[in-house]
Structure formats: structure tokens, C-alpha cells
């Protein structure tokens, strides 16, 4: 068995107003195709290869730093792409909007927290919510990371993530991530957030 590069369920330039089209294509195509070519290499002929993603990135302390480097950044590309819609925006509604002002507060609070920090975010990383039993929370990861490691600082199940590494804003961006950040937010596809609740 081996991963695939997921196809998008929309264009390269269906998120234009928030993303533009070259970044989308050159981040799914070359970096994300990197990411699942490259893991594909590292579990080659290992007892790896034939195990799920998530239960890789769960015992990816035993495992190699190209696996973790790369086994992460083929799921969490997956997660974002995923999170994203034309259709997406808004403020949510539902279950999700529900649990959301249970552990934040309300929106504005949430979005707030998040936003900062993706902004606060030193280097490369990903921001995350992330559900934690009946619980959620923010937090962030560097490089590849994400809270389904076990190494992670913060564990739990992803819902939502953000890339804020230079090469998912630095064409339309360049240094200003925090409006890239806000940016986000019109795309976000709430129903799937909440599908991931
Ligand atoms: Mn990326």
C-alpha cells in the first residue's frame, strides 16, 4: 500500500479571495506531492507500510524524522485542503458553533485566539483546534507536527488547521501573515469542521 496525493474537491483558483491560484497549485502539487512521495519512500519495505496515517503519526517517536517530517505534512495538507471551501466562510452554525462557545466564550473570542496564535507562531508550524475528548482547544505545532503525534505538546484530534508556513502566503502575502490569517476565515468550510467533531 502506498499514499496517494488526494485530488482538491474544488479549482486552483476557487479560493482566489483568500488564496490565489499559483500558491494553491505549487502547494498542493509540489509541496504536498513532496510530502506523500517522500513518506511513501520512508515506509517502503518497513512494518509501516501497510498501517493507517494516524496510527503512523501515533508512534512516530519510534519511527524516523522523515517520517515524522513528511507523515505529517501528507496529513495535515489532507486536514487543510479539506477545511477549505468556495462555498466556505461565515460564521458557523449547529453543533459546532455550540462547542465552540462552550470552551472559548463565543466566536469572536475563539477566531481571537486562533488567529493569534497562527500569527504568534515562530518559524514554520500549523495552527490547530483540536477536540479533546468533550473538550476543545487551541494550540500550535512547529514544522510538520501535529497533535495526533506522540510527541506532541498538545494531543488530540485536529478539526481545524492552518498552514502558516512563508510558502502557503508569500506570493499574495509576502511578510504579512496576519493578513493572510484573516483571510482564512472566508474560506473555512464549517460543515466539514463540524463533520470532524
Ligand atoms: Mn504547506
Not at 482566489?16 to 512521495?37: F, N, V
Not at 452554525?93 to 486562533?114: L, M, P, R, V
Request: proline share 4%; charged share 20%; glycine share 8%.
Amino acid at each position: 500500500m502506498s499514499f496517494k496525493l488526494p485530488d482538491l474537491n474544488y479549482d486552483y483558483n476557487a479560493l482566489e479571495r483568500s488564496i490565489d491560484a499559483l500558491t494553491m497549485e505549487i502547494h498542493h502539487q509540489k509541496h504536498h506531492g513532496g510530502y506523500t512521495a517522500n513518506l511513501n519512500s520512508a515506509i517502503q519495505d518497513t512494518e509501516w507500510a501497510d498501517k493507517s496515517i494516524e496510527e503512523i503519526l501515533a508512534n512516530v517517536s519510534n519511527i524516523s524524522t522523515a517520517v515524522r517530517n513528511n507523515g505529517g505534512g501528507f496529513y495535515n495538507h489532507s486536514l487543510f485542503w479539506n477545511i477549505m471551501s468556495p462555498d466556505g466562510g461565515g460564521v458557523p452554525t449547529g453543533k459546532i458553533a455550540e462547542a465552540i462557545s462552550k470552551n472559548f466564550g463565543s466566536f469572536d473570542k475563539f477566531q481571537e485566539q486562533f488567529s493569534k496564535a497562527a500569527a504568534t507562531r515562530f518559524g514554520s508550524g500549523w495552527a490547530w483546534l483540536v477536540k479533546q475528548d468533550d473538550k476543545l482547544v487551541v494550540c500550535t505545532t512547529p514544522n510538520q507536527d501535529n497533535p495526533i503525534m506522540d510527541i506532541a505538546d498538545v494531543k488530540g484530534t485536529p478539526i481545524l488547521g492552518l498552514d502558516v508556513w512563508e510558502h502557503a502566503y508569500y506570493l499574495k502575502y509576502q511578510n504579512k501573515r496576519p493578513d493572510y490569517i484573516a483571510a482564512f476565515w472566508d474560506v473555512v468550510d464549517w460543515n466539514k469542521v463540524e463533520e470532524l467533531l
